[in-house]
C-alpha cells in the first residue's frame, strides 16, 4: 500500500537552513505536497510539485523531487523561530474531476534553537 | 476570501453518545474531504465527495459513521455511538483542482 516516511524531529539554528526529507513508495503518485501545522492549528498548505518536475522554488521554499528514488525535500532558509512547526509530506494521485485525498506522513518537527 | 468553516471546534461527549461535525468548504470548491487526525499522526482521510456523490468512503468505519453532503456545499459527519477510540481532531478540506484547503479541525474528545 501507499506509505510515506518523514524523520520525527529536526532542530536547527535561527537564520540556518532546514531540509526536510521524505519518502513515498507510490510509484503513481502525482503531486506531492508540503504542509504546515502549528500546535492547535488545523494545515496550511506551504507549497506542492507534480511528479514531472524536478524542482519548485517559492520565496525561502525550496522543494527537490527525485522520482526515481522517490525523495522529496524542502528546505527552508533563513529559518526564523515562526518557522517552529509540525511539517507534513503528502502525496496524492488525480482521478476523475480531482484529486485523490491526500496520504501524509507523520509529520517532521522542526525545532528552532537560538 | 473566507477558508474552509468548520463547527464545533471542540467537543467532549461520553462514549456511546451520538456526535456530529460540520463544514462549510471554499466557495466554488466542489471536492470536500474529511479526515482524521490522531495524536502523533498524520491525517488520513475518511471519505472524499464530488459534488454531493460520495466517491471514496473506503477508510469510514460504517458501523458508526456516516457522512452526507446535500445540495454540494455544507457536509456533516455523524457518529454515533462514539467510543473511547474516536477521540482525535476531524479536518475538512475542500479543493477546485488538487490544492486542498484544510479548515481548522474539531478537536474529539471521548471520555
Known amino acids: 500500500g501507499e506509505d510515506v516516511e518523514q524523520s520525527l524531529f529536526l532542530s536547527v539554528r535561527e537564520g540556518d537552513s532546514s531540509v526536510i526529507n521524505c519518502t513515498y513508495t507510490d510509484s503513481s503518485s502525482t503531486y506531492l505536497y508540503w504542509y504546515k501545522q502549528e500546535p492547535g492549528a488545523g494545515l496550511q498548505l506551504l507549497t506542492y510539485i507534480f511528479s514531472n518536475m524536478d524542482m519548485k522554488q517559492d520565496q525561502r521554499l525550496t522543494v527537490l523531487l527525485n522520482k526515481k528514488d522517490k525523495h522529496l525535500s524542502l528546505r527552508i532558509a533563513d529559518t526564523q523561530t ?21 496520504t501524509f506522513g507523520k509529520g517532521t518537527h522542526l525545532i528552532i534553537q537560538p | 476570501e473566507a477558508g474552509v468553516v468548520q463547527s464545533p471546534r471542540y467537543k467532549i461527549i461520553e462514549k456511546k453518545q451520538p456526535v456530529a461535525f460540520w463544514c462549510n468548504p471554499i466557495s466554488g470548491h466542489n471536492t470536500l474531504y474529511w479526515y482524521r487526525q490522531n495524536l502523533g499522526q498524520g491525517p488520513e482521510l475518511l471519505i472524499r465527495y464530488e459534488n454531493e456523490e460520495a466517491v471514496d468512503d473506503s477508510q469510514l468505519p460504517k458501523d458508526r459513521f456516516s457522512a452526507e453532503r446535500l445540495k454540494g456545499v455544507d457536509s456533516t459527519l455523524k457518529i454515533q455511538p462514539a467510543e473511547l477510540g474516536d477521540s482525535a481532531v476531524y479536518l475538512c478540506a475542500s479543493s477546485f483542482s488538487y490544492e486542498q484547503y484544510f479548515g481548522p479541525g ?5 471520555t
Do not use: P
Open chain 1, 82 to 102: 515562526g518557522d517552529s512547526a509540525i511539517y507534513f509530506c503528502a502525496e496524492s494521485e488525480r482521478s476523475g474531476g480531482g484529486a485523490d485525498g491526500l
Open chain 2, 106 to 110: 474539531t478537536r474529539l474528545t471521548v
